[in-house]
């Protein structure tokens, strides 16, 4: 992984499937974004998070299904906590908070995908600007 | 450089420094182990491994169940009638395992090996010190720094186990304040390095301490306290050893406590109906410091009644587990031992000095089927000092 890079994980199932119609559609989004499939948000740790900065990363954003759609019940939910437990680790490294976010999409959404992954990488470059 | 961290010591120099081949096979080591009692999978001792090494079966050591679940208390070195150092010898042989890219299993998911590589890095900027609250006072001119460890860290990570982390660092300060002290806080303070080096990373250690060294020196403060066991052990011993001179005091909170206690110059209420405690000795405060005294004379200081455990001061049990790495169900088991012996005193509440000692357990409480077995108060002796210091 290179410095800078931009680490999107998503779970199997909506979120990939978003992913896949943004590819099928030739979208485009920043170089510097790596999708990662998981099988569910849920098997994200906050060791896991922690890594990904550990090695360079600008940026960890994560996608997942809406609320209540999980396809595993609790993996989203899950990651919920993690997120917001990794967060507040990352606060006290120093690490701003938006640097960190989960988000979903439903099943197909490839354009909702392309412009969140594209508007979390601009903000991102904002930050370190220092806008 | 000197001593193990220079990373340049053979297998046989390390096997020889800690008089490995002394061993009279006398199962003393074996016969204390908490690993030893209760690992079910293979019979693993001390003394087996330490026969291994003398005999030269260097290529079975790495490979030996008990290298890497080994908590590092000290239990076998401290009775050890030969003078061999179990302990250190594990301490020391990790680190040329490192170098094969051998480590223990993480627990937690290595978070909280992660952050601490992560404060190596020398631009960090964190925001640590959020803790420190209205009431409390900190100083930048101060000749005592009060190390805070990474209870801020862990307030987070174990939130959920009730851990007392930030109460334990604002209550060092509330203590050192009653004594006339504002202490400096570091805003930029590295994890110690303590697990690294037991566990062989030499590597992240010497950064953290070299950066941590590095503030202590530009602070130019005459003393550290910490509240930490681990912190204080780290700081007083290995970092003159492997890294440089600071040339401060370093002390554990309960021994400042004890001294002030002396010296007339702190006062606690104790007019609370007595209740019955037992203390639990952390590893690296007693076997390692031989502060066994202390937090005695602190919690009688408090109008405490105290018992004693079964297994107590150099003969106490670990907490079961240590630097947060190979943690599983024989830790437990060690865990579930130790608060069956404080259950047995029948005291109304177990009191730790470490932080570390207080989540191992909490975590093991968890398990509502122990209830009856376990179940009993734990709390911080810095908290419940702090909490009866006379107005
Ligand atoms: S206690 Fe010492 S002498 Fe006895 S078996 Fe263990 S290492 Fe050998
Ligand atoms: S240090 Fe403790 S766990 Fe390790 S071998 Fe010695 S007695 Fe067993």
Redesign the interface.
């Known amino acids: 992984m290179e410095t800078g890079s931009i680490i999107v994980f998503t779970c199997n199932w909506d979120a990939y499937s978003g992913l896949e119609t943004a590819g099928a559609k030739r979208h485009s989004y920043q170089p510097e974004i790596i999708p990662i499939k998981l099988m569910c948000l849920g098997r994200i740790s906050t060791g896991i998070i922690l890594k990904v900065f550990e090695r360079g990363a600008d940026g960890v954003f994560l996608i997942g299904c809406p609320k209540d759609e999980c396809k595993y019940y609790f993996g989203n939910k899950h990651a919920k906590t993690i997120v917001a437990e990794a967060q507040e680790l990352l606060t006290l490294l120093g690490y701003s908070s938006g640097r960190l976010k989960m988000d979903s999409i439903a099943a197909g959404e490839g354009d909702k995908f392309t412009e969140k992954v594209r508007d979390f990488a601009e903000g991102l470059s904002k930050i370190s600007e220092g806008v | 450089m000197t001593g193990i961290q220079s990373n340049m010591k053979t297998m046989r120099e390390i096997i020889n420094q800690n008089r490995v081949t002394l061993c009279l096979t006398c199962g003393k080591c074996s016969s204390v182990c908490p690993i030893t009692r209760w690992e079910n999978r293979e019979y693993i001792s001390p003394r087996l491994l330490v026969e291994k090494a003398a005999s030269g079966e260097d290529d079975q050591i790495f490979n030996d169940l008990l290298f890497w679940s080994c908590i590092t208390c000290g239990q076998c070195t401290e009775l050890c009638p030969s003078d061999v150092d179990f302990c250190g010898f594990i301490r020391d042989m990790r680190v040329l395992a490192r170098k094969e890219n051998l480590t223990g299993a ?1 627990t ?4 909280i090996q ?2 601490a ?3 190596t890095d020398p631009e ?5 010190i959020g803790w420190v609250n209205d009431d409390l006072k900190i100083s930048d001119k101060s000749d005592t720094i009060y190390f805070t460890g990474c209870l ?2 862990y307030d ?2 174990f939130r959920d186990l009730g851990s007392e982390s930030i109460k334990v660092a604002q209550s060092a300060i509330k203590i050192l304040n009653k004594t006339g002290i504002e202490p400096y806080v570091m805003k930029n303070e590295r994890c110690c390095g303590h697990d690294q080096i037991w566990e062989g990373d030499v590597k992240t250690f010497k950064a953290l301490a070299e950066l941590n060294i590095d503030q202590f020196k530009s602070i130019g403060a005459k003393r550290i306290i910490t509240t930490c066991p681990e912190c204080a052990y780290t700081i007083k011993y290995d970092y003159p050893k492997s890294v440089g001179e600071y040339g401060m005091e370093v002390m554990h909170i309960t021994e400042y406590m004890a001294e002030q206690v002396s010296k007339g110059k702190i006062d606690f209420v104790n007019d609370q109906e007595k209740q019955t405690v037992t203390y639990h000795d952390p590893c690296r405060l007693g076997r390692s410091m031989g502060v066994y005294d202390a937090p005695r004379k602190v919690l009688r200081e408090l109008g405490y009644h105290t018992v004693e455990m079964k297994k107590n001061r150099s003969a106490g049990l670990c907490c079961g587990t240590s630097c947060w790495t190979s943690c599983g169900k024989t830790n437990k088991k060690i865990q579930t031992e130790r608060l069956g012996q404080a259950k047995e005193t029948e005291a109304e509440m177990l009191v730790t000095a470490c932080i570390k000692c207080q989540v191992h357990f909490k975590c093991a409480q968890k398990d509502k089927m122990l209830e009856n077995e376990i179940g009993i108060q734990i709390h911080d002796l810095t908290i419940l000092a702090a909490e009866r210091l006379k107005s």
């Open positions: 993480c937690h998911g290595d978070a992660t952050w590589r992560i404060m960090l900027k964190q925001n640590r801020p860290y987070i990570m």
